[in-house]
Structure formats: C-alpha cells, structure tokens
C-alpha cells in the first residue's frame, strides 16, 4: 500500500489520547477522527444498541476508504467485539492489547480494571483479565461519572468535583491495595493525574487508549507502508464548535472539525 489512512473514533474526546500516541509513533500517518458526541455517552446503553452503533460508527469511518480503524472505546470493545472483527479492514480495540500489556506487570496483588457503566456490565475486561492472569484478584470498578466530567471539562486534578467522584470510585480499589490500574474507558486519560494523586505513585496505571494506539502502530510498520506526510481530519455528531474548543485545548493545536453523523439516536 502507497499510503495508509486509519480511522478512530469514539463517543467523544476520549479517543483523543489514542489519536495523540497513534500521532507521536506515526507521524506519516493520515487519520480520519470521528467523535460521536451527539451519542455521547455509550457507557449507559444496552448491548443489542451498542452492537447496532458500533457498525454504524465503522460504515462512517469506511466512507473515507481507511485502511484499519482504532476502536478507541472501551464500551465498544467490550460490548460489540464480534462487530468490530467483522469489518473488512482491521480493526483494533482497547480491550486486547491493554489486557495482554497488563498481565506483564510485576507482583501478584490485584488488578483494578476502570470503565463505563456497560463496559463493567458485559464482564468482558474482567473475564480477559482473570484469564490471562489468573493467580491475581480482579477489581472491575464502573466509574461512568468519569465520562460526563471529562465531556465538561473537569479535568484537573484541583478540581474538588473531580477530587470526590475520585476518591468515591476509587476507596475501595485504594483498600484492596491494588497494583495496577487499567484506564479501560480512554475518557480515563484526561483524569489520570487525579487517578494518580489519590492511589500514590507506587500504583501502576495502564492507558487502554495508549496501548491499542502501539498496537495499531506495530501492525502498519510490520506492512512496511511506504507513506506521505500525514494530515488529521475530525467529524464530529455534536456541536462542531465545542468539539473544536475542547479538542484544541486537549490537543495544543487548532482543530477544526467538520458535522458527520453515523446514524440516528434512540
């Protein structure tokens, strides 16, 4: 292949940060980003329906002829794998790569796995988890608050909004003594400086975002592509100004996005 174009998305900023490592590891590459916010959130919804919109989020991003997506959702990769591994392109999800990297951290304390309210639900982060390390105890912990926080802005540590939803998730994760922490919702991202503040700085915490970007880095450099200099490229199913806001201010640079929609809400 000449040139490689890799779609992302996700129900809003939070695929960002597996934008930004796909960004740093592959500056060549070219990225179609869609944010589906006037979806947003998906953590609260129903197996069947995220099935449903997770095809509808993959048909969007193929209309731009991309070469491999990233599923830059914990909920979808928890929720809809079947469709993800349908597509014709390959596709990538946060669940795999970040439960494989997490199974190599040292120590045999337990493991706390943060996600969305239908992540946790589905078992599938967990069950992986316990699979893949079966001699350490499992903490699924849903912090679906997270999520609206992070869409809001509420995002520094200082903040005592973020400060108490922190410490009323995360006490009992605290207690257990965990080891490692998986940020398996990629909103987690924006907050893992609070994360970190409040759990201490012997805590291992693992972005799922982060190592489905490597992932997805690691696959296009084994095809050996020969490509140009990159361009980005945001849609957004929500306000494209506040997309723009946020995201700038997320990403340091001016974005500007564009209305695409990948199908109806309900």
Same mark, same amino acid.
């Given at each position: 292949?000449?040139?490689?174009?890799?779609?992302?998305?996700?129900?809003?900023?939070?695929?960002?940060?597996?934008?930004?490592?796909?960004?740093?590891? *592959? /500056?060549?590459?070219?990225?179609?980003?869609?944010?589906?916010?006037?979806?947003?959130?998906?953590?609260?919804?129903?197996?069947?329906?995220?099935?449903?919109?997770?095809?509808?989020?993959?048909?969007?991003? *193929?209309?731009?002829?991309?070469?491999?997506?990233?599923?830059?959702?914990?909920?979808?990769?928890?929720?809809?794998?079947?469709?993800?591994?349908?597509?014709?392109?390959?596709?990538?999800?946060?669940?795999?790569?970040?439960?494989?990297?997490?199974? &190599?951290?040292?120590?045999?304390? /337990?493991?706390?796995? *943060?996600?969305?309210?239908?992540?946790?639900?589905?078992?599938?982060?967990?069950?992986?988890?316990?699979?893949?390390? /079966?001699?350490?105890?499992? @903490?699924?912990?849903? !912090?679906?608050?997270?999520?609206?926080? !992070?869409?809001?802005?509420?995002?520094? /540590?200082?903040?005592?909004?973020?400060?108490?939803?922190?410490?009323?998730? @995360?006490?009992?994760?605290?207690?257990?003594?965990? &080891?490692?922490?998986?940020?398996?919702?990629?909103?987690?991202?924006?907050?893992?400086?609070?994360?970190?503040?409040? *759990?201490?700085?012997?805590?291992?915490?693992?972005?799922?975002?982060? !190592?489905?970007?490597? &992932?997805?880095?690691?696959?296009?450099?084994?095809?050996?592509?020969?490509?140009?200099?990159?361009?980005?490229?945001?849609?957004?199913?929500?306000?494209?100004?506040?997309?723009?806001?946020?995201?700038?201010?997320?990403?340091?640079?001016?974005?500007?996005?564009?209305?695409?929609?990948?199908?109806?809400? !309900?």
């Amino acid at each position: 292949m000449d040139k490689y174009t890799v779609g992302i998305f996700d129900s809003g900023l939070g695929g960002l940060s597996a934008y930004t490592v796909l960004r740093s590891l *592959l /500056p060549e590459v070219n990225i179609i980003y869609f944010a589906d916010t006037g979806r947003n959130p998906y953590g609260t919804r129903k197996p069947d329906r995220l099935r449903v919109m997770a095809g509808e989020d993959l048909a969007f991003l *193929l209309q731009f002829d991309v070469s491999a997506i990233i599923a830059a959702c914990g909920t979808m990769s928890a929720n809809a794998p079947e469709v993800l591994k349908a597509c014709r392109v390959p596709v990538v999800n946060v669940l795999e790569p970040s439960v494989r990297r997490m199974a &190599e951290l040292p120590g045999k304390g /337990p493991l706390a796995v *943060l996600a969305t309210d239908a992540s946790i639900r589905s078992g599938a982060f967990a069950a992986k988890l316990k699979e893949a390390v /079966p001699d350490r105890s499992i @903490l699924p912990v849903a !912090c679906q608050d997270f999520v609206a926080l !992070c869409e809001a802005g509420i995002t520094s /540590p200082e903040d005592s909004r973020l400060k108490e939803s922190v410490r009323r998730y @995360l006490a009992p994760v605290k207690e257990a003594g965990a &080891e490692g922490i998986l940020l398996g919702c990629t909103h987690f991202d924006m907050v893992e400086q609070a994360i970190r503040d409040y *759990l201490g700085p012997d805590v291992n915490i693992l972005s799922a975002a982060a !190592c489905a970007a490597r &992932e997805m880095a690691e696959l296009l450099r084994r095809e050996k592509a020969d490509m140009g200099k990159g361009k980005s490229c945001f849609y957004t199913s929500g306000s494209v100004t506040e997309f723009e806001k946020k995201a700038s201010g997320i990403l340091a640079f001016p974005v500007r996005a564009e209305a695409g929609s990948a199908g109806e809400d !309900c």
